[in-house]
């Protein structure tokens, strides 16, 4: 039973928006910084986005003004919203806490192509 459930991918054009969401148990959720991270065919997963408990968020340059970050404490949820996709953002999302040290999910596949 995962601790961490990512949904949400699918496949877009270049261009559109895609909105990933992350459900946690609470007892990790609650309180903690979480994050968004990726990773592309044949590369190392790597950061997209992190949002702390107060709200706060910080971006890889990558993603940097096409990527949203938030999250529903009540809900224990966090959610990427992304935008102006393009065919490099295509990887398997996956949350994890800021410091990645829960065990993966499974991740979801984002495709941007035509």
């Known amino acids: 039973q995962g601790q961490l459930v990512e949904s949400g991918g699918g496949l877009v054009q270049p261009g559109g928006p895609l909105r990933l969401s992350c459900a946690a148990s609470g007892s990790i959720f609650r309180g903690n910084a979480m994050a968004w991270y990726r990773q592309a065919p044949g590369k190392q997963r790597e950061f997209v986005a992190r949002?702390?408990?107060?709200?706060?968020?910080n971006y890889a340059d990558s993603v940097k003004g096409r990527f949203t970050i938030s999250r529903d404490n009540a809900k224990n949820t966090m959610y990427l919203q992304m935008n102006s996709l393009k065919p490099e953002d295509t990887a398997v999302y996956y949350c994890n806490n800021a410091w990645a040290t829960l065990a993966w999910g499974q991740g979801t596949q984002v495709t941007v192509s035509s």
């Open positions: 949002i702390y408990s107060s709200g706060n968020t």
